[in-house]
């Protein structure tokens, strides 16, 4: 099966009012939950969870995306660092049964109902892009 990866921004502000709690960024603090709870997922073996330095989100505190090989790559923001995890990996459950990458609204967990920020389509083959 092809990797998936669910990138973290791990500069992401805390909060749209606060940069950093207990002297780290959001971002680090969403990644190490990330992190702690990937032990025990049942998909560890088919994601790769990879902290970035910037995901240009900044106006949207705590910004991830996922990102797979023949698939929308989606992105979110707006995520409360130490509540979201549980809620990231099940959204990343959903986006590895999708053929397409896309996880309708109604059906994603409730912390990411909102909060997309981009939804960005595959890259084509050279086949695929050759075609008329």
């Known amino acids: 099966m092809s990797q998936h990866t669910l990138f973290i921004c791990k500069s992401c502000a805390f909060s749209s009012t606060k940069r950093d709690y207990m002297g780290q960024r ?23 969870i990879e902290a970035v ?9 705590c910004a991830i995306a996922f990102a797979a090989p023949n698939k ?14 549980s809620a990231i990996l099940k959204l990343a ?4 049964t999708s053929l397409d990458g896309i996880v309708p609204r109604q059906e994603r967990p409730e912390l990411l109902k909102k909060g997309i920020l981009a939804t960005i389509p595959p890259l084509l083959s ?3 892009a050759s075609e008329p």
């Open 53 to 61: 330095n910037c995901l240009s989100g900044c106006n949207r505190a």
């Open 72 to 85: 929308t790559t989606l992105m979110f923001g707006d995520l409360p660092p130490l509540q979201s995890a």
């Open 126 to 128: 050279r086949t695929e």
């Open 26 to 48: 959001g971002g680090y603090h969403l990644w190490q939950s990330l992190l702690r709870v990937q032990h025990q997922w049942q998909l560890q073996a088919e994601y790769n």
């Open 93 to 96: 459950e959903q986006y590895y």
